[in-house]
């Protein structure tokens, strides 16, 4: 089955340092997708940045880069110049490419300090 | 551009009353759609994806009952609401799998 592990319930960081958002994936499927999404206190789901199975370069958005590491199993979410508008809880998620099973991750909450 | 609207916003309902929630999409054709439910502080659980009108898949046995009339409706409803169906109600389209998933603004239901 597959699975989304997110080992950081919550995160600080200061404003405009990096910071790195963990993800960890289980799944015996070749082919899959990775997303991370953006939640709000306004509650929105907001799509940051994806990255495929078969993707030979990391993914970047911006200032959101996916760190993929395949043989890990991990797809960390890396923001670099933190802002106070980047606090909000951050999911990392799977969809299998050959059905329609998307996973969500725990979330993990990042707060940014000014 | 594509947009997607869920409604009401918020919704506080009595155990045992009926629900419906509705979500359309705008500006394509054949999504792929969604709904999930979201519990306070907790991650997204899917409870019901379409791939085309009539066609509904259930990922959890539950209280919910979900239908596609149309090709960019997807209705949420139950005949008798508990207090377990508590919870954030978002719903989501996609052009495709592996094509990412574009939320509505999602319906607060608490019920009392």
């Known amino acids: 089955a597959q699975k989304i592990t997110q080992t950081q319930p919550g995160m600080f960081v200061q404003e405009k340092e990096a910071v790195t958002l963990d993800c960890t994936y289980d799944t015996s499927d070749p082919s899959y997708g990775l997303f991370w999404y953006k939640q709000p206190s306004s509650g929105e789901m907001i799509f940051l940045i994806y990255?495929?199975?078969?993707?030979?370069q990391n993914a970047t958005e911006g200032r959101y880069s996916l760190n993929f590491q395949k043989a890990r199993k991990s797809a960390n979410l890396v923001i670099s110049a933190s802002q106070l508008g980047d606090s909000a809880m951050y999911f990392c998620a799977m969809m299998r490419n050959y059905g329609q099973n998307f996973v969500f991750g725990p979330g993990t909450r990042l707060s940014v300090l000014p | 551009s594509q947009t997607i609207h869920q409604w009401p916003a918020t919704l506080v309902q009595p155990v045992g009353s009926p629900l419906s929630l509705e979500c359309t999409v705008e500006g394509t054709s054949n999504p792929n759609l969604y709904w999930y439910r979201q519990a306070a502080g907790r991650g997204l659980q899917l409870l019901f994806y379409s791939v085309g009108i009539g066609q509904i898949s259930s990922e959890v046995p539950q209280n919910l009952s979900a239908s596609r009339p149309q090709d960019r409706q997807f209705i949420l409803s139950s005949k008798k609401l508990l207090l377990s169906d508590s919870g954030f109600y978002l719903c989501?389209?996609?052009?495709?799998?592996?094509?990412?998933?574009?939320f509505g603004d999602g319906t607060r239901l608490s019920i009392l």
């Open positions: 989501a389209w996609s052009g495709d799998t592996n094509q990412p998933q574009h």
């Open positions: 990255q495929g199975s078969y993707d030979q």
